[in-house]
């Protein structure tokens, strides 16, 4: 036994590389679909609320099955819970590249979230197994974080050099390749592992988890379908009512439950809390900026795909090299500054978006977006750091599914969000379009369509600036929350412990637990 952890602690930053590798081919699929948006709503006729489907199906069932996953791997075995993950992330990219309808891609997207929520959280839980001293630990997930940047930046050009050279099914088989490899790496490279003290006889919060899915699929449904339907229709404020009720259950359930799948004395820890709430509203700005700044690019800029992927790459860069800062910044000075400069970062660069007008150019968007992505990079790695080091070991697997979690809700939502309140405006104005910016756009192609092209621009850029800007007042509404969170104070007990136990005696009880 002990040969084999010697063994693994030897090898933990060549496990490292194969956790990252598998990091990036499911953060690569966030980006790459997003340059391929136009394409679809070409060759698919995908309509504005399709083309959020396709983005939200993957980030919608990924969100929704995370804690569901975590529990599985602390029970059964976490590497065992990346190879599965990685094998259905592959089966469904291999039926995306053969779908022929919007449907057809919506449900394969969804085959590949729910091998991405078996992916995610184990990388992250064995990142915490195998690196045992905190600093080298803080270091591996800043470079953890930082992946997630690469992924960022190689998913727009990846995509648009495919997209100009093949079919958009190209997009989709890339991912068999990398899987295979880090499949073949990970059972050599990656140990096994499991929670302290979790059985794995131990009963699985299903209901729980069948809670939870309803109420997350139900709210975004509610989001995404409101322009067509009407933000004040019976249906839309009868579907939100039905969303508030599942989540009340879902909370009342996990209260009550013996092995909760989502334990809520987590929250109690004011720093955990803030920690997940940072990375809720820094990947709610990005997913929702990413989402429209990849339309505009083309549908409103004229780029092609591999262009518009080529001018993601300042933002995406901005956001890999201000992750591993944002983690050394936080050792030296602690997680307030970096995570608190970082969403005032994303708060001024929304601001900047939101002044943009249909003659706006590339210039004002790239300098939007970069500055948007630095205060996610500061941000990111040092609230991820801060979550994971609240919780003892016993508690690494579920710690990590909350913070994906956060993550990939926080995703969802500002897709769902940023998408609807532009489709709103856009509708408004363009409504003999159906609401669709693609349907625009061709029609304005067409002869003596200039004044289309031209009101199309004008009304989806308008509509994204109110987008933008209320994100902006989400991001405010997080940043005073986290100076709340982060404010120095004497010792934290780590997330979970109960009441009145010392920090060093509250780890030890709820290893024990």
Avoid at 393 to 403: D, K, L, R, T, W
Wanted: hydrophobic share 55%; net charge positive.
């Amino acid at each position: 036994m002990s040969e084999r952890l010697d063994a693994a602690y030897a090898r933990r930053w060549y496990t490292l590389g194969v956790l990252c590798l598998s990091l990036l081919v499911i953060v690569v699929d966030t980006t790459i679909v997003n340059v391929a948006l136009p394409t679809f709503a070409r060759d698919l006729h995908a309509s504005s609320s399709g083309l959020q489907w396709i983005v939200d199906a993957y980030t919608l069932t990924f969100a929704a099955l995370l804690l569901l996953a975590g529990a599985i791997a602390d029970r059964y075995g976490r590497r065992e819970a990346l190879a599965a993950g990685l094998a259905i992330f592959a089966a469904g990219s291999l039926a995306a590249a053969f779908t022929q309808t919007t449907s057809e891609l919506i449900a394969a997207r969804a085959v590949m979230g729910v091998g991405g929520a078996f992916i995610m959280p184990a990388t992250l839980s064995i990142i915490t197994a195998v690196f045992t001293d905190h600093a080298e630990r803080t270091k591996a997930i800043g470079l953890w974080s930082a992946v997630s940047g690469l992924g960022v930046a190689i998913g727009p050009v990846a995509g648009g050099w495919l997209l100009d050279h093949f079919n958009w099914d190209s997009i989709f088989l890339v991912n068999l390749p990398i899987v295979a490899v880090a499949l073949v790496a990970g059972y050599w490279l990656v140990p096994a592992s499991r929670a302290p003290g979790v059985s794995g006889s131990g009963r699985l919060d299903l209901a729980g988890a069948a809670l939870s899915v309803a109420a997350f699929t139900g709210l975004t449904y509610t989001i995404i379908e409101a322009p067509s339907n009407g933000w004040l229709s019976a249906r839309t404020i009868t579907l939100g009512a039905a969303s508030i009720v599942l989540m009340a259950l879902f909370v009342a359930r996990e209260a009550r439950a013996e092995h909760p799948m989502l334990p809520l004395r987590l929250f109690r820890n004011p720093r955990f809390t803030g920690a997940g709430l940072s990375i809720t509203v820094l990947f709610f700005a990005l997913s929702g900026v990413v989402f429209l700044s990849s339309q505009i690019y083309q549908f409103v800029l004229g780029y092609s795909p591999l262009a518009a992927g080529v001018r993601a790459l300042p933002s995406a860069a901005a956001l890999a090299v201000f992750s591993p800062v944002g983690a050394a910044l936080a050792r030296r000075a602690g997680v307030r500054i970096p995570v608190t400069l970082g969403l005032a970062a994303v708060i001024a660069g929304l601001l900047i978006f939101a002044q943009a007008s249909a003659s706006s150019g590339y210039g004002h968007y790239v300098l939007a977006l970069v500055i948007v992505s630095a205060g996610i990079g500061l941000a990111m790695s040092a609230a991820t750091s801060a979550s994971m080091r609240e919780l003892p070991p016993a508690m690494a697997g579920v710690g990590s599914a909350v913070n994906d979690t956060t993550r990939n809700m926080g995703s969802v939502l500002g897709v769902a969000v940023f998408g609807s309140i532009t489709a709103s405006v856009f509708a408004s104005r363009m409504g003999g379009f159906g609401g669709s910016l693609g349907t625009a756009t061709a029609a304005g192609h067409r002869p003596g369509g200039a004044a289309v092209l031209h009101a199309a621009a004008d009304a989806f850029v308008t509509g994204a600036d109110r987008a933008v800007l209320a994100g902006a007042i989400v991001v405010a509404a997080g940043l005073v929350v986290a100076v709340r969170a982060f404010r120095p104070a004497r010792a934290v007990a780590p997330a979970g412990a109960p009441a009145g136990v010392p920090a060093e005696a509250s780890a030890k009880v709820l290893e024990a637990a």
